[in-house]
C-alpha cells in the first residue's frame, strides 16, 4: 500500500501502536490528539484516509463534529473510517449519513488486520474514483455523481485494457459497440465512455431499444411533423436531434429490425436524419451500441445488418464475465458491501481475501448484477457479517442452482405421462431462456425460433411472470 493516512484518537497509546503498524504498510501516518491539532494539519497534508475517533477527551469538537464539517466545509475527498468502542446505534446512523467509509468497533473484537483490509480497500476506491473522472470545476456535481452510479471497479489486466480502449474511442470521437453477457457493466461502460468524451456534460439520452415497436421506431429516433400520421397531434423532436453534438446510446441494439438498422447507418455515416413527415437534418450525435449477442451472432445477416457490423467492427468492446476477472471480485464485494452499509444496519469481520477460493468456485451466471444481489442479501439478512456467514450463503446458492431435481433428466423421466413431462420440460426451458435473455419476449423468440404471439401464449400457459422487477 502507498498513501497518507491521519489519526485522530485520543488514546495516545493506541493511536501510536495503529500508527507503528500503518507505517509498516507503506503508509505515511500522522497522528493527532485533539480536533484543534488535527484541523491545522489536514489541509496541508491531503490525507488519503482519516482514522477518526467518536469521542475525545479535552477537544472542542468531537468526532461526528469533525466529520460534519470535513462533509459540509471542507468538502474533502479523502476516505473516513471511524474508529469507536462506544458507538450507539444513533452515532452509527450519524456517521454513515455524513458519508463516513466505514465504520469500525473497538474493543475484544477489534481486529488489526480487518482495519488494514479496509484501510487497503479504501485507497483503491479512491484511486479509482480520481481516475475515472477529470476534476473540472464546471461539471464536479455530475461527474461525482456518475462516477457514483456507476463506479468502473476492477484491477483485472482485462478490465485495466478495456478502460484504456475505452478512453481512447472516447478521445478519438468514435462510436463504440459494447458487448458482453448479462449483468457484466455494459451501462458502466457506456457512462465511462461519456466521462471522458468532449462531449461530457452535453445531451446523452439512453434508448433501450427492446421497448420500442416496430411503427414507433422511426418517431422516436428520427421524430415527427405534427399530422404525419394518425395521432401525431403534435410535433415530436426525436432522440437524435435532441443529442445533436452530443451522444446517443442504444442499448440492446440487435432488438431492431434489420429495416430500422439501415436507417441507423444512413444516419450514422451521412451525419443526416429524416423526419417523418417532414425534411432531412443535419446532425452531429455520437453513438454508443449495446448488447449481450456474442461477435459470432453480431456477424449473422438476420440478427445485425452486415454494412452496419462492418462500420463499427473495429469499435468494439467486449466485456468478460465475472468468473473471468480474478480478484476483481473481492474489490467488487467490498464496494458493495460498503456502499449498502449506510442503508443496513450491520457490523462486519470479514477477510474476503481468506475465502475468495470459495468464490471463485460458483460462476457467477449473472455476473455482477448478481453479485450485487448476493451482497445485498446477506446485509438483508444478517446482522454479522463474517467470513462463515458469508461462506454459508455462497454454499446455499451453490446448492441451490445445482439441485439435481432441477437439473436432471429424471425430473422429466419420472413422469408417468408423456404430455407432462413435455409440458414441464418445455416450461422450465421457456424460463431459462426468457432468464437468459433478460425477460426481453421479442429477442427471446427470435434466438429460440418462434413467434413472438406463440412465446406469449406459451408463457401464458405455464404462468410464466417475468422477474426483472423482483
Known sequence: MVGKVIILEDDILFAKSISTILSKHNLEVKVTNNSRDFLEVVEAFCPDIILLDIFLKGSKLDGIDVLRLLTDEMHTIAKVIVLSGEAKATHIEKIRQLGAYHFIEKGPKFNLNQLILHIDNALNLKRQEEANFNLQLDNINLKKHLVHSYPFIGESETIRKVREQIIRLAHAEEDMFVIGETGTGKEVAVNYYYLNSSRFAKAFHTVNCSALTETLIESELFGHMKGSFTNADKTKMGFFEQCDNGILFLDEVTNLSIAAQSKILRAIENKEIQVVGGDTK????????????????????????????????????????????????????????????????????????EIKDHLFSYSWPGNIRELKNFCKFILINEKEINNQVIKKHLEMKMLKSNNPAETSLHKYIQMDKLKDGLACFEKDYLH???????????????????ERTTLYKKMKSHKLISTKSQ
Open 282 to 353: 443535419k446532425v452531429d450525435t455520437r453513438l454508443l451500441f449495446a448488447s449481450n449477442a456474442s461477435i459470432e451472432k453480431l456477424s449473422k445477416p438476420d440478427v445485425f445488418r452486415k454494412d452496419l457490423f462492418y462500420r463499427i467492427e473495429g469499435n468494439i468492446i467486449e466485456l468478460v464475465p465475472l468468473r473471468e476477472r480474478g480478484d476483481d471480485i473481492i474489490l467488487l464485494m467490498s464496494y458493495f458491501f460498503t456502499s449498502f452499509a449506510q442503508q443496513y444496519k450491520n457490523t462486519d469481520y470479514y477477510d474476503l481475501n
Open 432 to 450: 431459462y431462456h426468457l432468464n437468459r435473455y433478460n425477460w426481453q419476449i421479442s429477442h427471446t423468440a427470435r434466438q429460440i425460433g418462434i
